[in-house]
């Protein structure tokens, strides 16, 4: 929440489960960042960016964290934060306590699953999950995970008119 004549707030992604809030703030290369995390409030300082610009951040959070099981990991493009809950339960219905729309603020989609989700599921973990996923159902195409052979085609068949021969460019 910035006002008038202070320092900018970084991009904020942010997930979470029954227990946990992930929140990844977007600074490339920052440098010693100042990060207090308090019950139920967040604040972050850091210079960053291409232009090497002062960000600052206060996070009124919606519901209260328990700030001494905080994960935190600093990257080259990124802080990523993993904040524990104070009560397991109903997802939260934004992350901050203000109602209004935080310009600074997107969802994580690449984290985010949906309350309704159940954690016995199968999660995807890689590409590789996705195609095994995929060959088990098919393929794309419904084929049963046979592909055609495309060599026994007869070349004669199913010509159109864009198959003939162009005229060279001059």
């Known amino acids: 929440m910035t006002q008038?004549?202070?320092?900018?707030?970084?991009?904020?992604?942010?997930a979470q489960r029954r227990d946990v809030l992930y929140l990844t703030i977007c600074?490339?290369?920052?440098?010693?960042?100042?990060?207090?995390?308090?019950?139920q409030?967040?604040?972050?300082?850091?210079?960053?960016?291409?232009?090497q610009k002062m960000h600052e951040l206060t996070m009124n959070l919606y519901g209260e964290i328990v700030p001494n099981t905080t994960v935190q990991n600093l990257k080259g493009r990124?802080?990523?934060?993993?904040?524990?809950?104070?009560?397991?339960?109903?997802?939260?219905?934004?992350?901050?306590?203000?109602k209004t729309k935080a310009h600074w603020l997107?969802?994580?989609?690449?984290?985010?699953?949906?309350?309704?989700?159940?954690?016995?599921?199968?999660?995807?973990k890689s590409e590789h999950d996705l195609e095994e996923m995929m060959r088990q159902m098919g393929g794309l195409g419904g084929s049963g995970g046979s592909k055609p052979n495309?060599?026994?085609?007869?070349?004669?068949?199913?010509?159109?008119?864009?198959?003939?021969d162009l005229p060279d460019l001059e």
């Open 150 to 164: 495309l060599d026994d085609l007869d070349e004669s068949e199913g010509l159109d008119s864009d198959d003939e």
């Open 78 to 98: 990124t802080l990523e934060l993993v904040l524990t809950k104070k009560e397991e339960g109903p997802y939260w219905p934004r992350l901050i306590k203000e």
């Open 106 to 124: 997107k969802s994580d989609f690449n984290k985010w699953k949906d309350e309704e989700d159940s954690d016995d599921g199968v999660e995807l």
């Open 41 to 51: 409030m967040i604040y972050f300082k850091g210079v960053g960016g291409t232009e």
């Open 4 to 14: 008038e004549g202070q320092l900018p707030p970084p991009p904020v992604l942010w």
């Open 27 to 39: 600074l490339e290369d920052c440098k010693d960042p100042v990060i207090n995390i308090e019950p």
